[in-house]
Structures are given as C-alpha cells and as structure tokens.
C-alpha cells in the first residue's frame, strides 16, 4: 500500500489508480482535501485490485454534473468515474447515453450517483421515463 497519508485526496486516488488498486473515498466533517488514514495501512502489501478506503478529512467537495447526452457509454462512465461520480445503469451498458438522471450541469458531490440510459429510446434528458402513449 503507497503512503498516501497526508497526501490531497485526488493525487492518492490517482496514485492507486496507477497501481491498478480499487479506491473507496470516506468524506469527514472536518476540513481539508487530506487523506487522514486508509485502510489497509500504508505499507501494507497488497494485491492489484484490491479496494483501498481513504478517509478524507473535509467534506465531500462540490461538483457539476456533466453533460453525457450523446456519449458512448463506456466514454461517459469513464468521465463520471474521473469526476468523481459513480454511474448507475438504468439499462444496459452499451451503445449511446439517451438520458441521464440527474441533468446536465445538476449540483452534485463527489461520491454521488448518475444514472445512465443507454443504447435505449424512450427517456427525456432527466432521466424519468417518457409516458406511453
């Protein structure tokens, strides 16, 4: 496990994307962007892919929502993910983004969910489901 105690939040994330280990993010009410411990402890050996939660003094910052409307899905995952959102799939994984809950330029914070539809027709940009007729 690298040190990354006492390091900003986004260059530890960074560091164990690097070393292709998984990362949780716990936000504290305190203040600051620092790592204030992880588990498992630095130093200690770990394998690839192994989740490592940093817990992170301040709270979780402020975010925009991008825009995915017409992204490939893998590509708007992949843009969620280094925002720092988590995508949740309201259908499959595949194909273009036809909606997305919450919208466009919605409030957000890191660790927050967007839900995708993609590859499906029948969504307006927000995400609710369109009505049959």
């Known amino acids: 496990?690298?040190?990354?105690?006492?390091?900003?939040?986004?260059?530890?994330?960074?560091?164990?994307?690097?070393?292709?280990?998984?990362?949780?993010?716990?936000?504290?009410?305190?203040?600051?962007r620092q790592v204030s411990r992880s588990a498992p402890s630095p130093g200690t050996?770990?394998?690839r892919?192994?989740?490592v939660t940093l817990y992170v003094a301040g709270p979780a910052p402020a975010l925009t929502v991008p825009d995915l409307l017409g992204e490939d899905c893998d590509d708007a995952v992949d843009e969620l993910v280094d925002e720092g959102?988590?995508?949740r799939y309201r259908t499959g994984r595949e194909g273009t983004v036809?909606?997305?809950?919450?919208?466009?330029?919605?409030?957000?914070a890191w660790n927050d969910e967007v839900a995708l539809t993609c590859?499906?027709?029948?969504?307006?940009?927000?995400?609710?489901?369109?009505?049959?007729?």
């Open 1 to 32: 496990m690298p040190p990354v105690v006492g390091t900003d939040f986004e260059d530890a994330r960074e560091e164990l994307r690097e070393r292709r280990l998984g990362w949780r993010l716990v936000f504290g009410t305190g203040t600051g």
């Open 49 to 51: 892919g192994t989740t």
């Open 45 to 47: 050996p770990v394998n």
């Open 85 to 87: 959102l988590y995508p």
């Open 98 to 108: 036809t909606a997305q809950h919450p919208g466009p330029d919605a409030p957000a």
């Open 119 to 133: 590859g499906e027709e029948g969504s307006d940009p927000t995400g609710e489901p369109t009505p049959t007729p």
